[in-house]
């Protein structure tokens, strides 16, 4: 099933003006979280994008196993902590969980990843290093740059 | 596996961090930060001890190629090659601008963003002012003459604006590429395309040709990098093979020279900052809109260039006793190889990445899955922009710039200024130039 959500995942990157046909996602090793993210955004795949929460809290992607991971929030135009790099191996995960106060959409550049954020409730992805390069986390609505990634 | 059609229609595009494409180059590492700059004063005050005292280059004229050589270069049918290249893509990427599908797959964006932008200055920088011969508005003007059966050589009033269109020009572009939103979208290309086309026709009809040669922004930005090029015509029209000294240097006094390498070197200097985490932190922080203060800073960038070189001639004419009127412009050709090296520097992993995602693009204009071209499978290749390979081109391009801005600011001083103050005169200069070297490569560490 993750695999398909992957797929679906990459191609509805599509949106966002750019697709480099790379998923980076694991889909060998889904840690427990991926189960209510997973299910989420195949919502986002399967019909309209609407109404696609993810439902999976905080606690879970703290919880994730192995990895780095970071949790953002976002209060109208303040992204939370401030910007930063982080730096990932190739190979490694990080656990992205943002929190925002709006509706928007979170995306991963370059990782083919986005994520439909709902108010108020933390939406996790794992982003995994594959190609190296410098790549934004960014929501939609307003533009924002959540952090960067630095895989190397 | 239809539904990310709906998503597509819900949001046709998001500017990312560069009118195309969101992969960045990691940040140049430090030991290479401190060699670059190291050796940027070491070449500055070599070429202040040792270089020639008298003008050099006048005499240089480069060694003639081959006869059969020229001939090839200069036969019909080579030169209706390239033109006829240059029409197909244009009207193939006029296809996909009009009647494609506004997604990702368009090629549009990356014909405009990364072929015209960086692969125009590349190929010029080899090949020489090629936009000059395949300009398509070049043929567009020729050919609406041709209908109304009127004179080639048909103007409404004389060209006297020098590069101030293109410097115009070249701005407007690069704020479309790193600053407007939405501008990957086939509406805001369509405007943008469409509108640069009427506007250029427009002004070819008042001014001739003459405005094709130097106001036209990518003449000018073909012609500029293009003195770079080995290849070289002398005046007399022989083909050469030269240093990438003699082009710049052969460069006179025409108005706008000034406004146009500093647009060309502040607007790369822009893109480099605006990568900077805390610079798009306070942007996006702020209660202005973002694009107000990524417009100011874009437009200060280029004025700080213009204003630094203005200062730095002045105090050379201030040390060498001369006036100072003129001496800006004098050194200006000297960014040109800067901004080269700035230009490869920020955009060689772009042009390899996002150049090769557009041939892959291309081949289905229309966005009907179709693969006319055969490049649909096409991938970037890794081992070009691997991050070692990366980080030593951006030193080698950056110091290599700076040696040939240095060499070319020497021999404009021998020339111009008098021989016993030449030394003394070009020292604001080099400084000026080692300023610019080590902000290059610290926009390129710093992130």
Same mark, same amino acid.
Request: proline share 6%; aromatic share 10%.
């Given at each position: 099933m993750w695999g398909a959500v992957v797929a679906e995942i990459a191609i509805g990157l599509s949106a966002c003006g750019h697709d480099w046909g790379r998923t980076v996602t694991s889909t060998t090793r889904p840690p427990p979280v991926l189960q209510t993210t997973s299910a989420a955004t195949s919502t986002t795949g399967g019909g309209p994008p609407t109404g696609t929460a993810p439902t999976s809290s905080r606690e879970v992607a703290t919880a994730a196993p192995t990895g780095l991971s970071i949790a953002v929030r976002i209060t109208g135009r303040k992204v939370s902590p401030s910007p930063a790099t982080i730096e990932l191996a190739v190979g490694e995960s990080l656990t992205v969980?943002?929190?925002?106060? $709006?509706?928007?959409?979170? $995306?991963?550049?370059?990782?083919?990843?986005?994520?439909?954020?709902?108010?108020?409730?933390?939406?996790?992805?794992?982003?995994?290093?594959?190609?190296?390069?410098?790549?934004?986390v960014e929501t939609h609505e307003p533009a924002l740059r959540l952090f960067r990634v630095a895989v190397r | 596996m239809t539904a =990310?059609?709906?998503?597509?229609?819900?949001?046709?595009?998001?500017?990312?961090?560069?009118?195309?494409?969101?992969? %960045?180059?990691?940040?140049?590492?430090?030991?290479?930060?401190?060699?670059?700059?190291?050796?940027?004063?070491?070449?500055?005050?070599?070429?202040?001890?040792?270089?020639?005292?008298?003008?050099?280059?006048?005499?240089?004229?480069?060694?003639?190629?081959?006869? =059969?050589?020229?001939?090839?270069?200069?036969?019909?049918?080579?030169?209706?090659?390239?033109?006829?290249?240059?029409?197909?893509?244009?009207g193939w990427t006029l296809l996909a601008l009009v009647a494609g599908k506004d997604n990702a797959n368009s090629p549009v964006p990356h014909v405009a963003y990364v072929w015209l932008w960086v692969g125009l200055a590349f190929g010029s920088m080899v090949f020489g002012p090629i936009w000059l011969l395949i300009n398509p508005i070049r043929w567009l003007h020729r050919g609406v003459l041709r209908v109304a059966r009127v004179?080639?050589?048909?103007?409404?009033?004389?060209?006297?604006?020098?590069?101030?269109?293109?410097?115009?020009?070249?701005?407007?572009?690069?704020?479309?590429?790193?600053?407007?939103?939405?501008?990957?979208?086939?509406?805001?290309?369509?405007?943008?395309?469409?509108?640069?086309?009427?506007?250029?026709?427009?002004?070819?009809?008042?001014?001739?040709?003459?405005?094709?040669?130097v106001g036209d922004p990518f003449a000018a930005w073909s012609a500029l990098y293009g003195t770079l090029s080995p290849l070289g015509r002398r005046a007399d029209g022989q083909?050469?093979?030269?240093?990438?000294? %003699?082009?710049?240097?052969?460069?006179?006094? %025409?108005?706008?020279?000034?406004?146009?390498t500093s647009v060309m070197l502040?607007?790369?200097?822009?893109?480099?900052?605006?990568?900077?985490?805390?610079?798009? #932190?306070?942007? %996006?922080?702020?209660?202005?809109?973002?694009?107000?203060?990524? #417009?100011?800073?874009?437009?200060?960038?280029?004025?700080?260039?213009?204003?630094?070189?203005?200062?730095?001639?002045?105090?050379?004419?201030?040390?060498?006793?001369v006036p100072a009127?003129?001496?800006?412009?004098?050194?200006? =050709?000297?960014?040109? =190889?800067?901004?080269?090296?700035?230009?490869?520097?920020?955009?060689?992993?772009?042009?390899?990445?996002?150049?090769?995602?557009?041939?892959?693009?291309?081949?289905?204009?229309?966005g009907i899955g179709a693969n006319w071209l055969g490049t649909a499978h096409l991938e970037p290749a890794a081992a070009l922009i691997a991050p070692g390979l990366v980080a030593n081109i951006q030193v080698v391009a950056i110091v290599t710039g700076h040696l040939l801005g240095v060499v070319l600011a020497h021999e404009r001083a021998v020339t111009i200024l008098d021989r016993r103050v030449a030394v003394v005169g070009q020292v604001p200069l080099l400084m000026l130039m080692v300023l610019y070297t080590v902000g290059g490569l610290t926009l390129l560490f710093s992130q």
């Open positions: 969980t943002v929190t925002s106060d $709006h509706d928007d959409q979170l $995306h991963a550049h370059g990782f083919d990843v986005v994520a439909e954020l709902v108010a108020g409730k933390p939406a996790t992805v794992v982003l995994r290093g594959s190609a190296t390069g410098v790549f934004d | =990310p059609l709906g998503l597509t229609a819900l949001r046709p595009a998001v500017m990312p961090a560069h009118g195309v494409g969101s992969r %960045q180059d990691l940040p140049l590492p430090f030991n290479l930060l401190l060699l670059g700059a190291a050796l940027a004063l070491l070449i500055s005050f070599a070429a202040l001890g040792a270089l020639w005292k008298s003008p050099r280059f006048g005499n240089e004229r480069g060694r003639p190629l081959p006869v =059969p050589v020229a001939r090839v270069l200069d036969s019909r049918t080579v030169r209706a090659l390239f033109v006829g290249l240059s029409l197909v893509v244009t004179s080639e050589d048909f103007t409404l009033a004389r060209y006297r604006l020098g590069y101030g269109p293109a410097a115009a020009g070249l701005l407007a572009f690069v704020w479309l590429e790193l600053i407007a939103g939405d501008n990957a979208t086939l509406p805001v290309l369509r405007v943008a395309i469409l509108g640069f086309v009427l506007i250029s026709l427009v002004l070819c009809l008042v001014f001739g040709r003459d405005y094709l040669r083909w050469v093979l030269r240093t990438p000294l %003699q082009g710049p240097n052969a460069l006179g006094p %025409q108005p706008g020279l000034l406004a146009v502040g607007t790369t200097a822009y893109d480099g900052f605006s990568r900077q985490t805390w610079w798009y #932190t306070f942007v %996006q922080s702020s209660s202005l809109p973002g694009q107000v203060w990524q #417009t100011a800073a874009m437009l200060s960038m280029c004025l700080a260039v213009a204003g630094s070189l203005y200062v730095a001639g002045a105090f050379s004419a201030m040390l060498a006793r009127r003129g001496m800006a412009t004098a050194f200006a =050709p000297s960014l040109i =190889p800067i901004a080269a090296g700035y230009l490869i520097a920020h955009y060689w992993s772009l042009w390899v990445f996002e150049g090769t995602n557009g041939l892959a693009k291309m081949t289905d204009p229309l």
